[in-house]
T-cell receptor, first 113, second 113 residues
Framework: SAVISQKPSRDICQRGTSLTIQCQVD?????MFWYRQQPGQSLTLIAT?????????ESGFVIDKFPISRPNLTFSTLTVSNMSPEDSSIYLC??????????FGPGTRLLVL | LAKTTQPISMDSYEGQEVNITCSHN???????ITWYQQFPSQGPRFIIQ???TKVTNEVASLFIPADRKSSTLSLPRVSLSDTAVYYC??????????????FGSGTQLTVLP
């Protein structure tokens, strides 16, 4: 299994600012994903982070709002831009391990005031 | 359309066996069935995965009938620490398709003393 860390673990931000969330994996992985989980809800896929190319975004999520970088096979960042209170959520990164199994980071809890 | 259907919540008592069923009528031939457990303020954690028939590991069993249109996660002798949300995920995440990475609503299991 992969060990995943995220930074920051939580943050409180002001409206209109941006926050960059880091995801670090202890081994090289091919596929990395970013999810959002709003309070009391299930997980929603934001995008697939592609190494060496632009991320693949899902419906309802755009690059200007959620720019993603993936400079190598162990690291990715997600930026939440021009934040509003509606962006308050938990943001999770995951990686794909063997046999179609995902391993998730601990999440970043974001509160926008 | 959601790919999976699970009960929203279940209650049980310590020491009982708990069975959570997930319906996935549109499962594809190559899809895996994977169950995750999520505690509050943590990322989901892999529990068990199967393709057909029965799979058992140290924490759970997974029963899959021949038509694969449903699956049942069985937790033997639950304890208070098994209180969590349980998600079933059907698909092949390696395909990179959002359809393969869609979490359902999950089942909130509450274990009572």
């Amino acid at each position: 299994s992969a060990v995943i860390s995220q930074k920051p673990s939580r943050d409180i931000c002001q409206r209109g600012t941006s926050l960059t969330i880091q995801c670090q994996v202890d081994s090289q992985v091919t596929m990395m994903f970013w999810y959002r989980q709003q309070p009391g809800q299930s997980l929603t896929l934001i995008a697939t982070a592609n190494q060496g190319s632009e991320a693949t975004y899902e419906s309802g999520f755009v690059i200007d709002k959620f720019p993603i970088s993936r400079p190598n096979l162990t690291f990715s960042t997600l930026t939440v831009s021009n934040m509003s209170p509606e962006d308050s959520s938990i943001y999770l990164c995951s990686v794909l391990g063997v046999q179609e199994t995902q391993y998730f980071g601990p999440g970043t809890r974001l509160l926008v005031l | 359309l959601a790919k999976t259907t699970q009960p929203i919540s279940m209650d049980s008592y310590e020491g009982q066996e708990v069975n959570i069923t997930c319906s996935h009528n549109n499962i594809a031939t190559n899809d895996y069935i994977t169950w995750y457990q999520q505690f509050p303020s943590q990322g989901p954690r892999f529990i068990i995965q199967g393709y057909k028939t029965k799979v058992t590991n140290e924490v759970a069993s997974l029963f899959i009938p021949a038509d694969r249109k449903s699956s049942t996660l069985s937790l033997p002798r639950v304890s208070l620490s098994d209180t969590a949300v349980y998600y079933c995920l059907v698909g092949r995440p390696s395909s990179g398709s959002a359809r393969q990475l869609t979490f359902g609503s999950g089942t909130q299991l509450t274990v009572l003393p």
